[in-house]
């Protein structure tokens, strides 16, 4: 199996349930329920491996505060190695309130923290050094971490031989494309959410939003469309549509799309085909939306394969 770095962005998760609406100003008003979940699209993934069996590494910047501490005893408790886990003083620990709909849908408020100051420079080597595979998650909330900065350490991955993989996040700067577009041509893997590939590529349909990644350089593309599944993209001329597993209920979306990569890497580090990696991606985010918190509902290796087979034998296929 090969051994996955998960390097990027990392928050501490407050989620709030249920928030159909902010109350006026001067009111209050009354939630059934208030949890603090480590998060982040780079420690969700790594997480999220981890229950899977896989073997994953993280790299990350937290604060030198309470939030900082109790990721770091998160990440101790799951199994992960602290030894890409950075602490500074410079900022807090990015914090993010998920505001979560009776719907399961959610919104968020951000503080940038620590992960504004991300750099280079807290990548510890040997995990690098160590790792196949070189998963940059949260692109868009790096800002120290984007650009040049961001293409010249994908060129020196592959140039070294790692696989690469790139993941987005909303851009709440509404810049997009100039954050990262120079890093593209190093990227084996691109796996953007339907929402944010529009916004990079100005395209509407999935389609041509792959086809704008691929003019770009990207080796393969992968569009996460939701409850719709995913677009995979092996190849411009080598596509196909995955549907979205629908037999479990959606109690808490938060994370779904970090847990799909997950998925999907777990199968490369496999050396599954883009197929198998799409159908087991597929079952691994249904297992995400299941329970609240982003990596809660995440199951092992053998659960999520039954559930996948519970899926085909449901669907026939």
């Not at 890093?183 to 959410?193: G, Q, V």
Request: glycine fraction near 12%.
């Amino acid at each position: 199996m090969k051994k996955i770095l998960c390097i990027g962005s990392v928050t501490a998760d407050v989620l709030t349930s249920p928030v159909n609406g902010m109350p006026k100003s001067g009111t209050l008003q009354g939630v059934d329920s208030v949890e603090v979940h480590p998060g982040g699209c780079a420690v969700n993934a790594a997480l999220d491996l981890q229950k899977l069996g896989g073997d994953a590494a993280l790299s990350c910047l937290v604060g030198e505060d309470s939030f900082g501490e109790m990721l770091k005893s998160r990440f101790q408790k799951a199994g992960l190695s602290l030894d890409g886990v950075v602490q500074t003083p410079l900022a807090g620990t990015t914090v993010s309130v998920v505001l979560i709909q009776s719907s399961g849908e959610r919104s968020f408020l951000y503080y940038p923290g620590a992960c504004a100051l991300f750099e280079k420079k807290h990548i510890e080597k040997k995990l690098v050094d160590e790792a196949d595979i070189v998963f940059v998650a949260g692109v868009m909330l790096l800002p120290s971490f984007e650009g040049q900065g961001l293409a010249g350490f994908m060129k020196e991955m592959k140039e070294a031989g790692k696989m690469t993989v790139m993941d987005t996040a909303w851009d709440k700067d509404g810049v997009w494309l100039p954050k990262l577009v120079d890093a593209l041509p190093y990227t084996d893997l691109f796996m953007p959410s339907l929402e944010e590939a529009a916004a990079l590529s100005g395209q509407r349909d999935p389609e041509k939003m792959a086809d704008f990644f691929f003019d770009l350089g990207c080796g393969s593309v992968v569009i996460k469309l939701g409850k719709k599944g995913a677009l995979i993209c092996e190849q411009r001329d080598k596509r196909f549509y995955l549907p979205a597993l629908t037999h479990i209920a959606a109690v808490d979306t938060t994370g779904a799309g970090d847990s799909f990569c997950a998925g999907f890497l777990f199968g490369i580090s496999k050396g599954w085909d883009f197929d198998a990696c799409g159908r087991f991606a597929n079952a691994v985010a249904a297992c995400c939306v299941s329970a609240t918190g982003a990596s809660t509902g995440i199951r092992t290796y053998e659960e999520t394969l039954k559930l996948l087979g519970e899926h085909h034998d449901e669907k026939g296929v």
